[in-house]
């Protein structure tokens, strides 16, 4: 048996090195993941302060809600479109809310008919707001669809609103913005006039609400 001296003893001591935990380093990587993962789901909007201050509202019925599309309005709010099964006439609804800064509802209407009517594009145009998405222009809750436009005032009534379509035809719009000329241009996808299965829509809308496919 080997014997030491306090000499060796103190040696072998100095080369045990304590490892603590990295608990700062565990804490930003777990935010870290958390963040990403919620960026993956598409449910929070990035502030400054992730896990601060922070607004979470919950919007809806008792059946599906299905949010698409949200922006930040000039007053400091928020408008979001999509579509629900909880309000409406029937099938889906076009569903489009207003809210204030701190997310508290400010006005919300639902649009369409009995059958599956969807909104998935919002824009801010001075005061009103444009939407986009498809009509179920049978009203038998199925395709096929004609394209969709309809621009709401400040409180959300109807200022006009247009489809475009041909009977036993799909149209659908997922886009639209207001280009450099004052006029909205909308996009999405049409087997009417299709080459194949599907070919791509873009619709070019005035501010009077008449379409010319382009």
């Known amino acids: 048996m080997r014997m030491t001296n306090d000499n060796e003893q103190q040696q072998s001591k100095s080369k045990i090195k ?18 990403l993962i919620l960026l993956f789901l598409g449910c929070i909007t990035i502030s400054s302060d992730v896990l601060g201050q922070t607004i979470s509202k919950t919007f809806g019925g008792v059946s599906g809600e299905y949010p698409q599309c949200i922006i930040k309005t000039g007053d400091g709010g928020y408008a979001m479109c999509g579509y629900t099964n909880s309000y409406g006439a029937g099938g ?22 009995t059958g599956n009517d969807r909104a998935y594009s919002i824009i801010q145009d001075g005061t009103d707001y444009v939407v986009a998405g498809y009509y179920d222009n049978l009203s038998g809750g199925s395709y096929p669809s004609d394209a969709w436009i309809f621009k709401l005032n400040s409180t959300g009534g109807i200022v006009w609103q247009y489809t475009y379509g041909i009977y036993d035809y799909n149209e659908m719009l997922y886009s639209i913005i207001k280009d450099g000329s004052g006029d909205y241009v909308a996009a999405g996808m049409t087997n009417s006039y299709a080459s194949g299965n599907y070919d791509a829509l873009v619709l070019k809308v005035p501010a009077t609400g008449s379409a010319t496919p382009v």
Do not use: C, E, R
């Not at 304590?18 to 870290?32: A, E, F, R």
């Not at 809310?97 to 509802?105: D, P």
């Open 18 to 35: 304590i490892m603590k935990p990295q608990t700062n380093l565990i804490k930003s990587k777990i935010k870290i993941n958390i963040i």
């Open 92 to 113: 889906n609804d076009a569903w489009v809310i207003k809210t204030g800064a701190s997310g508290a509802i400010t006005w919300q209407y639902t649009f369409g008919g």
